[in-house]
């Protein structure tokens, strides 16, 4: 009996030690689980982002960084909304909260076609159909340009269009640094001649002068192209060119034709006018042909001309005929 406690002692002794030495394996076995399980969701929603055809994707485009180079970044969206006139006032406000400011902003109305729909109350109701676009151009720093087309994804219905581009200006930039020095060397060289040089003629001094204005001009040039492109650099240029679904428009306006149909005149009325409008059109034609005595003064002139013709003429004719016959009736008087 005695060693019947023993070994159940021993036993349970057995189960505790075991299940004391499994937890860390099993605690070490669970917690790749529920990292994966806790990294899932993230996964999910990059291949729901990548899968959606709305869905404006990170690009590594607009924050690469190159040593030693210079790059003008840029950024072109098309793509359909809910609102134009909300979205352009809400991506105005969102370029300037992120340190920018907007370039051009135009918005421009396209006018599909009116329908007219008489109505019992004397009016006319409108139904026109059109579709609002919006082009905006902003100018945001390059450092939260990403963050900045992260936020117009708020703005996007329907997805057209997405282009990022990067230029390296680099060489322009220094081109332009090393013409800036080079005209300013030259400049303060040209400072130097005229201050060693003996007076001279008008003209030496008018042309060293003109020298000295071009130098400088040509300096603040190249300063001016160098600051430009600096410029293009640490600011983005973001295009958004988009467009709202075709909408309709009401609107009630009085029917002037009916108004016309009210106020027209009775049938004896209309012909009383009618027949003043004839009489009226009669008087201004005959004052027209009366006007326009030479263009029938003519036809008759000629018409008189040729009929005195023809009678000279004919009598000549006649004449002839009688001469003709004279010689005759006197032979036949001899016989």
């Not at 729909?117 to 450092?143: C, E, F, K």
Request: aromatic share 8%.
């Amino acid at each position: 009996m005695l060693r019947l406690k023993q070994a159940g002692m021993a036993w349970i002794l057995a189960m505790c030690l075991a299940a004391c030495g499994g937890a860390p394996e099993s605690a070490q076995q669970a917690a790749p689980a529920m990292a994966d399980s806790a990294a899932m969701p993230e996964a999910a929603a990059a291949d729901t982002a990548a899968s959606d055809p709305n869905q404006l994707l990170d690009s590594a485009v607009l924050g690469q960084k190159v040593a030693g180079r210079q790059l003008v970044v840029a950024a072109d969206l098309m793509f359909e909304t809910d609102n134009v006139r909300q979205s352009t006032a809400a991506l105005e406000q969102l370029a300037v909260r992120y340190g920018g400011f907007v370039q051009r902003s135009q918005i421009e109305t396209d006018d599909y076609g009116r329908d007219h729909h008489p109505q019992s109350d004397g009016t006319v109701l409108v139904i026109r159909r059109y579709v609002q676009r919006a082009d905006v151009q902003v100018r945001v720093p390059r450092a939260k340009a990403a963050d900045f087309i992260r936020d117009v994804q708020q703005q996007i219905r329907f997805l057209n269009q997405q282009a990022f581009s990067a230029t390296d200006v680099s060489l322009d930039l220094r081109r332009q640094a090393l013409e800036a020095a080079r005209q300013h060397a030259l400049s303060q060289r040209l400072d130097e001649v005229a201050a060693a040089s003996e007076p001279g003629g008008k003209r030496d001094t008018g042309r060293l002068v003109q020298q000295q204005f071009d130098a400088r001009a040509a300096e603040e040039y190249a300063r001016l192209q160098q600051a430009y492109w600096q410029d293009q650099v640490d600011f983005a240029t973001i295009r958004l060119q988009f467009s709202q679904p075709e909408a309709v428009y009401q609107e009630r306006v009085n029917d002037v034709a009916a108004v016309l149909r009210e106020h027209q005149p009775g049938f004896w009325a209309s012909v009383g006018h009618m027949l003043k409008q004839g009489w009226y059109g009669l008087l201004q034609t005959v004052l027209w042909l009366v006007a326009a005595w030479p263009l029938w003064l003519i036809p008759v002139v000629a018409w008189m001309v040729y009929r005195g013709y023809r009678r000279r003429h004919a009598g000549r004719h006649a004449q002839r005929v009688d001469r003709y016959r004279q010689p005759r009736g006197k032979d036949e008087k001899q016989d």
